[in-house]
Structure formats: C-alpha cells, structure tokens
C-alpha cells in the first residue's frame, strides 16, 4: 500500500492530490474509476447500442510517457513540476504517480544541477532567466529517452558543462534538444530546435512496428494501453489484405502503419507537418511501401477525395478532443467506406458524430471503452461502425 498522509487520494495515494488537481478520480479507488467510466459511456453511447466493459490496467502508475515540467521559484528556491489545474501556480514535483519514473529522476537532477552552473528559470513578468520548460519523452519498449529543454532564446551559457554532467548522471538520455520559445503563450514548445546531443529524435516501437518521435508530434502518452485500443482498432477493420485504408488525423503514421502489414494501402492525412514527416519516415523504417502521408485538414482531404470519387474501404478516424467537423463527416458518408473504426478520446463529441454517422447510412457494432489515462476523468472508446 502506497504511503498516506492526511491529504492523500485513495486511487495511487499521492500526497499532492488537492493541491495539484491533475488527477480527477483520485477520491475513487482504481476499480471505482474504472465503474465512473463505464458509467459514463453507458450514459452517453447506450443509444448506439451495447457498450462492452472498459479495459482498465494491471498496474495503473507511471504510465505517462511523455512529461512536461514548468519551472520557477518560490522562497527563493527552484521549483519544477505542473501547473494546478486551472492556474498559473506550479504545484513542485518530485515523483509524480502517473509519470514515467525515469523522466521524474532527470527533470529534479536538472532542478538540482541549475545553480551550480548559475542557470536560473526563466521569470515571465520580467522576461529574464534561461529555463522556461522541460519535457521529456522515454521510449517504452526502446528505452531511448529525449530531453528537450525550453529557452527564451538561443543562448545557453555553459552549455558543454551542464550537458556533460546531464549525460554523466543520466547515462540513459539518448539525445538533447534545445527549444527556442521566447512567446508569451501556453504553448510549450517553441518552433526553432537545436539539436545539442544525438539524433534529435527517440523512437519506440508499438504493436511490432518501429516509430521515430520528435519533440513536436503527436504520440499517445499510455504505451501499454495503446496497444490494447489499437489491437481493439485493427481487430474491428478485420482486414483481409485487399483493402484501401484511410488513417485520418494519423499524428506520426501509428494506426495506419500497424494496418498497412494487413491491407492493400494505406493512406494518411493528418494537419501538423512534423507529425507527418515523421509519418513518412516511419513508413520507410517499417519497409511500408504501400503507405503515403499527406499534411492536410482531414475535412478538406476527405471532401477532396469525395469530390474525386476515390475509394475507401476502410476508414480509421481519431480526432483530438473537438471531435470531428461537419465537411468530414459528409464526406465520410459519401465515400461510404464498409467500416468505419472511430477512435475518440471524448465520448460527449463522439456521440454527437456517431448521431451524425447513424442517420447517413451507419449502423454502430461494437463499442469498447479503454482507460488510457487511470486517475483522470479521460477515457478513450474505439467504436465499429458497418455500412448498412
Ligand atoms: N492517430 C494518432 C494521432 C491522434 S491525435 C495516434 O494514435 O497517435 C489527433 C491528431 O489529429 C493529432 O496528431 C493532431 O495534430 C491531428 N489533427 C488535429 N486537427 C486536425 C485536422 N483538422 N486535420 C487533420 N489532423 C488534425
């Protein structure tokens, strides 16, 4: 049993629940969450017809594998760690309970090693101090682990020292990244990257295909848990091998590569063009000669395609959390597509879509809910839908 103290949440036990916010469910034990969700879904999707049980995980702790800390001062001490919820005010953390373990170790070594070489964070009022961010990515089955470092500008002084006592102490750290964002935004990292160590990029492998990640692109957070929802995913395309796949909103190629072994081609569309460089480099790493990427919105790719009568026969979609729009559901439904494999990390948008779907020819199949990220109020459902 994890260690209590008096403020403590009883799913993982962590001392900084009320004061961090980051983990909604943290009043409910693991099973209890898991029954919140199913709930949920039930509430939300039962309309469609039966929705299975959600598949929680063994050991729902330091799932995360990617991890962002904002850093400050406070009492005249270096502080880093996550913003609570709905403020500005960075909540310090050592040893969070749903982040990789390794990536918590190497941000509070750059928090311990910052005023030894006179580094301090970066101060947004007065627009001085070196380090605005950290994040760090850790390839689960590869063990390859990026660190991108956030700066308001280029300079860094003492640079060869502190990498070296970095990578000294990390022997682990497979390549450094420096990002420059001097903007006044919410977003972390900044568009011009310095490589300062390595390649630039990790890569992790999932469901027996090789991927490449950069600090930029789009890659589930839960590695053990997406290869149980794109297994539900590609289980529900039931490919035989003659088939023409779109993969829309693919981020770095995932679902499309996994598929492309079982099909006839793949297509990809997805709108951030780092997300998609990686997508095709990825296809070159998997010998995937029949895969092609294109950066565009999925909504007017898929309009265009209608447009031009091209065939699909099956459709993979995985919107980010809006959902999608009307110009692609449209053009779904004119394509018509046999199978539909909706991929949702919002079961409210996911609704409103599949209402959108049902009345233009699609009847839902299955309906399986996955808890990618235990001890939040997210869950991801991947829906099958057949033309009737
Ligand atoms: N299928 C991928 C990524 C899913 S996340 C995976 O499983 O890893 C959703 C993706 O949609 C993100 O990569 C985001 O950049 C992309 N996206 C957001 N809006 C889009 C749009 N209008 N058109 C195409 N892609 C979009």
Redesign the pocket.
């Known amino acids: 049993m994890a260690e209590q103290t008096p403020r403590a949440g009883k799913g993982n036990g962590c001392p900084l629940f009320k004061q961090c916010g980051g983990c909604q469910l943290q009043n409910l034990t693991y099973p209890e969450q898991l029954q919140y969700k199913q709930v949920k879904c039930i509430r939300l999707l039962s309309r469609f017809g039966h929705v299975d049980e959600i598949v929680g995980m063994a050991r729902p702790l330091h799932y995360r594998n990617k991890v962002q800390a904002a850093f400050g001062v406070r009492n005249g001490k270096i502080i880093s760690g996550v913003y609570q919820s709905k403020s500005h005010r960075i909540v310090n953390v050592d040893d969070c309970r749903l982040e990789d373990e390794t990536a918590d170790a190497i941000i509070v070594t750059i928090r311990a090693l910052l005023p030894r070489f006179r580094l301090t964070p970066y101060n947004e009022d007065t627009g001085r101090g070196f380090l605005r961010h950290v994040l760090v990515r850790r390839g689960f089955k590869t063990g390859e682990v990026m660190v991108v470092l956030v700066t308001p500008d280029s300079l860094f002084p003492k640079k060869d020292a502190f990498l070296h006592e970095l990578l000294r102490r990390h022997p682990e750290i497979t390549t450094v990244i420096q990002s420059v964002n001097g903007a006044k935004t919410s977003l972390v990292l900044g568009k011009r990257e310095l490589v300062l160590f390595g390649k630039g990029y990790i890569e992790d492998v999932l469901c027996g295909c090789r991927f490449r990640l950069s600090p930029r692109?789009?890659?589930?957070i839960n590695p053990v848990q997406?290869e149980v929802l794109y297994g539900k995913a590609l289980a529900f395309a039931a490919l035989t091998g003659s088939e023409t796949v779109l993969?829309?909103?693919?981020?770095?190629g995932?679902?499309g590569l996994c598929a492309a072994k079982h099909a006839k081609q793949v297509i990809g569309?997805?709108?951030?063009a780092d997300?998609v460089r990686d997508a095709k480099q990825n296809a070159k790493l998997n010998g995937a000669a029949n895969a092609r990427f294109f950066c565009?919105?999925?909504?007017r790719f898929m309009t265009e395609a209608a447009k031009a009568g091209d065939r699909i026969d099956v459709l993979f979609m995985?919107?980010?959390r809006a959902g999608s729009?009307l110009p692609f559901l449209k053009s779904a439904a004119a394509l018509a597509p046999k199978r539909i494999v909706y991929?949702s990390c919002n079961p409210e948008t996911l609704a409103r879509d599949l209402g959108f779907l049902c009345k233009n020819g699609y009847q839902v199949k299955r309906m399986q809910p996955v808890d990618m990220f235990p001890h939040t109020g997210h869950v991801e459902v991947v829906v099958s839908l057949s033309r009737q």
């Open positions: 692109s789009f890659y589930q997406t993969d829309a909103y693919c981020g770095i995932t679902i569309v997805e709108l951030n997300a565009a919105d999925a909504g995985d919107p980010p729009d991929i």
